[in-house]
């Protein structure tokens, strides 16, 4: 089993910047890749961007050049960066932290607002 948890999101206002952090534990080495989705109102689950153990990452086509996912690991935990520059109201949603392993793993996510 592999365990998620995010943090940082929270309120900006239109062009500022959140930086997204999801950390996993438990059967970590397991892990093969872990991305960010994001789920607005009434709308579906999209991928925003994923990183695979090997370092290849894949964008939206609605964010590429304004978000960057990178990833670090210790003994213990996987960790998942989303730095979302130049955020626009339309990136408001609920992100969520994946990791793909035996089986695909989801954290609790977090509420990101672009709002003036």
């Known amino acids: 089993q592999v365990q998620l948890v995010e943090s940082g999101g929270g309120l900006v206002q239109p062009g500022g910047s959140l930086r997204l952090s999801c950390v996993a534990s438990?059967?970590?080495?397991?892990?093969?890749?872990m991305g960010w989705y994001r789920q607005a109102p009434g709308q579906e689950r999209e991928l925003v961007a994923r990183?695979?153990?090997?370092?290849?990452?894949?964008?939206a086509d609605s964010v590429k050049d304004r978000f960057t996912i990178s990833r670090d690991n210790t003994e213990t935990t996987s960790l998942v960066y989303l730095q979302m520059n130049s955020l626009k109201p339309e990136d408001t949603a609920v992100y969520y932290c994946?990791?793909?392993?035996?089986?695909?793993?989801w954290g609790q996510g977090t509420q990101v607002t672009v709002s003036s």
């Open positions: 990183i695979t153990s090997g370092g290849t990452t894949t964008y």
């Open positions: 438990g059967r970590v080495f397991t892990i093969y890749a």
């Open positions: 994946s990791a793909n392993s035996i089986g695909e793993f």
